[in-house]
């Protein structure tokens, strides 16, 4: 393990409620709990988050839940109950950010909104991840990550061409509302440096996941043109894709001229530099139909590792296509050190370095309620108070 640094570990000192469930919102403060921040998520008693019963399980805890739980303390509150609702109230009083993914209008009717956490803490960042948002006609409707993807239009474009659409092999809408989340949290921290006064953040999985389709959606607005599912292809560079060979499949991309003329030195295709349908990439794109069969034909001949080392000696962009027991053995994986070990349960670490090492020293994601008694000891409560509190089931 490598010793932290200050630079490390840059958001020490915050405090973050995490009052979130399943991925999108856990995602988000498992990021600000790895970079130092205090997290302290907020559960059901009993039950706890939603994915603490999703297999597979290690032992009795579930490696879903565990994956993005990690470096966060958790105590368990019955929100329906008034002294459950007054333990959070203390709890915001003395945090700096405030993470919840309900459905909108949930903590409103709970009376733990952001007006609510407002009046209580003016500088507190409060961010709200949701199906659609906070505002608008949908913004009731439930939402998950396979419901975010076919609404936004990213099943639309994903999957083989000709064929029918497919989600994204990862749950993508969870994942980069996660992030966008994270990101306007960490922005409103620093200006409120400035101002003194917290925000409101309104993160809608739907919106962050039409900002992942960069040009599919600028480029219909602008020409009208639809985009299409096409596979692994690119729509507007050509070869930018995966081929057979005859063992197994490569990806590579040729995105410049000079890559195009490597390409094809490498790979014997000399005569393509002179042909007038391939001439420059939106040449190649548009034609790509005639060049594709070309390509495929030269690819069959050969084995991927054979074509891998010509066009690394080329410096043209390749790659097998790894599974993901391939990956977890890549030697570039093991140098980066990102899988990482915490009591026999192994995980995707930080995919970030500080001062060219990488973040190390994240805790174990808590037992449900693991750390109530700490937490409400913390907050002045005594042994009399939380031995109350539990029998009247608000912990």
């Known amino acids: 393990m490598f010793a932290q640094s200050a630079q490390a570990k840059p958001l020490a000192g915050l405090k973050v409620l995490d009052i979130t469930h399943m991925l999108a919102g856990p995602y988000c403060t498992w990021l600000l709990g790895l970079l130092g921040a205090d997290v302290i998520k907020v559960e059901r008693p009993g039950e706890g988050d939603f994915a603490r019963a999703i297999a597979p399980f290690h032992g009795s805890e579930s490696l879903y839940f565990m994956s993005v739980n990690r470096n966060k303390r958790s105590i368990t509150l019955n929100l329906k109950t008034e002294e459950g609702k007054q333990i959070l109230r203390d709890l915001i009083a003395e945090s700096d950010i405030l993470v919840e993914n309900n459905r909108a209008g949930v903590m409103d009717r709970l009376g733990l909104g952001y007006d609510d956490a407002k009046r209580i803490n003016p500088g507190i960042v409060y961010a709200s991840i949701s199906g659609y948002g906070q505002t608008g006609p949908y913004r009731h409707k439930p939402a998950f990550d396979v419901i975010a993807q076919a609404v936004s239009g990213m099943m639309s474009i994903t999957g083989q061409e ?22 306007a949290v960490l922005a409103a921290i620093e200006g409120r440096h400035a101002s003194g006064q917290g925000a409101f953040i309104d993160v809608s999985m739907m919106d962050c996941q039409m900002a992942l389709m960069e040009n599919a959606i600028s480029r219909f607005l602008n020409t009208g043109e639809v985009p299409e599912r096409l596979g692994s292809r ?6 930018f894709q995966s081929f057979d060979t005859k063992d197994s499949a490569i990806a590579v991309c040729v995105d410049t001229e000079p890559q195009w003329q490597r390409f094809c030195s490498a790979m014997g295709l000399e005569p393509l530099l002179h042909d007038p349908r391939f001439l420059d990439g939106p040449m190649r794109a548009v034609n790509h139909s005639q060049l594709e069969p070309l390509l495929n034909a030269v690819f069959a001949k050969g084995s991927r590792d054979d ?11 390749c790659s097998p296509i790894n599974s993901i027991p391939d990956v977890t053995q890549d ?26 090492a990488p973040v190390n020293g994240e805790t174990c994601p808590p037992g449900l309620g693991a750390d109530t008694v700490a937490i409400l000891r913390a ?17």
């Open 162 to 183: 000709g064929g029918p659409p497919a989600r994204v092999g990862v749950s993508i809408g969870d994942i980069a509302s996660g992030l966008f989340a994270a990101v």
């Open 234 to 239: 690119h729509p507007l560079i050509a070869p």
């Open 307 to 317: 074509f891998i080392a010509r066009l690394e000696a080329a410096d043209v962009p």
């Open 331 to 356: 030697p570039q994986v093991a140098h980066r050190q990102i899988l990482v070990d915490h009591d026999g349960v192994k995980y995707v670490g930080a995919p970030f370095h500080f001062n060219r």
């Open 379 to 395: 907050l002045g409560r005594d042994d009399a108070q939380i031995s109350q509190l539990q029998q009247a089931g608000v912990l």
